[in-house]
Nanobody, 122 residues
Framework: QVLLEESGGGLVQAGGSLKLSCSVS????????MEWYRRAPGKQRQLVAS???????RYSDSVKGRFTISRDDAKNAVYLQMSSLTPEDTAVYYC????????????????WGQGTPVTVSS
């Protein structure tokens, strides 16, 4: 079984920073594109950032210049450094794997974490 576990969420004041982590477990051999999504109260899920195996990154316009996505394939981990946070960034943040390959060769697609809440107070 492949599990994605997010951590690092919490309460922060506007202008502050948080770093989210996503740990991928399950005897992983390879991670393809990894993504961070968020769902704000009353809104649809939004793609925040993605990172490909070649380290190509993409960001939504709303976070560009403030958030940085990174990955450590040796640790099977993905990170989201968030800075200059505003109340509009308040949401549950989810880690998503496009697909991962296990050591035994099995490919698991479309894997989601349980989410970590981020609350930014004004």
């Amino acid at each position: 079984q492949v599990l994605l576990e997010e951590s690092g969420g919490g309460l922060v004041q506007a202008g502050g920073s948080l770093k989210l982590s996503c740990s991928v477990s399950g005897r992983i051999h390879y991670m393809n594109r990894m993504e961070w999504y968020r769902r704000a109260p009353g809104k649809q899920r939004q793609l925040v950032a993605s990172i490909s195996p070649d380290m190509t990154t993409r960001y939504s316009d709303s976070v560009k210049g403030r958030f940085t996505i990174s990955r450590d394939d040796a640790k099977n981990a993905v990170y989201l450094q968030m800075s200059s946070l505003t109340p509009e960034d308040t949401a549950v943040y989810y880690c998503h794997a496009d697909w991962v390959q296990r050591l035994l060769g099995t490919t698991i697609r479309d894997v989601w974490g349980q989410g970590t809440p981020v609350t930014v107070s004004s």
